[in-house]
């Protein structure tokens, strides 16, 4: 059957002007760009331009492992609390699972970055031992067992800026980078996660 299919294709190319051949040379090789950069996006691949970021699961550090982080948007109504308190449309949030193989204690930061690589809010330090989060609470994060919810509330001048972001196919991706602290050490980086566009979750 392809050897039909190719031979009628040949047989079509060859009734072509030089022109009309340059033409749809030009559009198979657009389609072929296309289906190159939604091949890169779902299986995470980094872009040129760094849209996305491609990290392996799990996060390993010295005293913690992340077996899963899922990042995405809130829409602020979906949140009465974030809504009140930042006058926001939507915000990122990220969600952590830690894996059982961590033993030792430390805190794990949270950072979340802008598109131009910029640290956007505070940074959040979540205490954890043995592969557990230590229980802790406030309005943008929660930690609790081997799970953390994490949201960014701050870093943007106006309140539509993150509606904006979080609907842009064509700009720099926000991230989220998740590092390990151990007392008296420097802080290591375990990773960052892009937030794609469109990718809607619920806080």
């Known amino acids: 059957m392809f050897s039909r299919f190719r031979a009628w294709a040949r047989a079509l190319f060859a009734r072509l002007s030089m022109t009309e051949k340059v033409i749809v040379s030009a559009l198979v090789a657009g389609v ?12 995470g691949w980094a872009t040129s331009d760094g849209r996305l970021l491609n990290v ?42 830690l894996g059982k193989a961590g033993s030792g204690e430390g805190e794990l930061f949270v950072r979340f970055l802008n598109g131009n690589g910029d640290y956007a809010g505070d940074t959040v330090a979540l205490p954890f031992k043995d592969g557990a ?20 509330l701050d870093g943007f001048p106006r309140k539509n800026d993150l509606a904006h972001q979080a609907n842009a196919q064509d700009e720099p991706l926000w991230s989220v980078e998740i590092s ?22 619920k806080p």
């Open 32 to 43: 072929l760009c296309v289906l190159v950069a939604f091949g890169c996006q779902m299986s």
């Open 56 to 97: 392996s699961m799990p996060l390993k550090g010295v005293f913690v492992e992340v077996d899963e982080v899922e990042t995405g948007w809130v829409d602020a109504k979906d949140d009465e609390a974030m809504r009140q308190r930042t006058q926001m449309d939507s915000f990122p949030q990220v969600k952590i699972r």
């Open 133 to 152: 989060f230590r229980g802790s609470e406030s309005f943008y994060y929660a930690a609790s067992g081997d799970r953390a919810t994490v949201k960014c």
């Open 180 to 201: 390990e602290k151990e007392q008296g050490k420097p802080v290591r980086s375990l990773g960052r996660v892009s937030i794609e566009p469109y990718r809607f979750a």
